[in-house]
């Protein structure tokens, strides 16, 4: 079922859950620079560039909040659809393109029961590149009223860290936040065969908004 929020509510940006070991020696190191730099002009020539880093560090670890969409499957990832491929088993994978100028958190396109999360080591191309299939990365399996439905976090040549919210066996609510991976990045969603994709490739997506499936 969908959350009931008020405009309030949805109007509300926090940040994500496995911003600090970033954020915080950013912030830190942009307020130290920025209280020396009335005493020293060396200090001021730091507090500019270190400023801008925190504040895009900010940017880049909003996490606001979102009226869920109903339907079947969600969009797990703000970004852009890199590709619409058909799977050997007759699912298709919906790949998800995440700049550094998206939403980094990731939410579960279905509700249902996490059944394993898995990480995967492996190397940091950058995600838009074929090689990235050998990327590291983050496997979700959900068991829900379509099935198992698997999704897949891949770590792009920035992002080295994906940070997953919720262990095996947890109940999740479709939209739910189930994740974070650190700056550009790729999400995939395998849809289950049978299920027709109702997005297209080069069109935009918000995590817990956008429609995957068509009725």
Do not use: C
Not at 13 to 22: C, I, K, M, T
Not at 102 to 109: E, F, K, M, Q, S
């Amino acid at each position: 079922m969908p959350h009931s929020q008020s405009s309030a509510q949805r109007g509300r940006v926090r940040l994500a859950r496995g911003a600090s070991p970033w954020l915080l020696p950013t912030v830190a190191t942009a307020a130290v620079s920025l209280t020396r730099a009335r005493r020293s002009g060396r200090w001021a020539a730091v507090a500019v560039p270190a400023t801008a880093l925190a504040a895009g560090m900010l940017w880049f670890f909003r996490d606001p909040e979102r009226e869920i969409t109903q339907g079947r499957v969600i969009s797990p990832a703000d970004g852009v659809v890199q590709s619409i491929m058909p799977w050997k088993d007759g699912r298709t994978r919906v790949a998800i393109f995440m700049s550094p100028l998206n939403v980094h958190v990731n939410r579960a396109p279905l509700a249902g029961t996490v059944t394993s999360v898995e990480h995967i080591p492996g190397g940091f191309v950058p995600a838009f590149n074929k090689e990235s299939e050998n990327n590291e990365r983050v496997v979700w399996h959900f068991d829900t009223e379509l099935g198992d439905i698997e999704m897949v976090q891949i770590a792009g040549a920035v992002a080295r860290r994906i940070v997953p919210y919720v262990p095996q066996g947890t109940k999740v609510e479709q939209g739910e936040r189930i994740g974070l991976i650190r700056f550009g990045s790729r999400v995939d969603v395998y849809l289950p065969e049978g299920v027709d994709v109702a997005v297209e490739v080069g069109q935009a997506t918000t995590a817990g908004v956008t429609r995957l499936d068509r009725d």
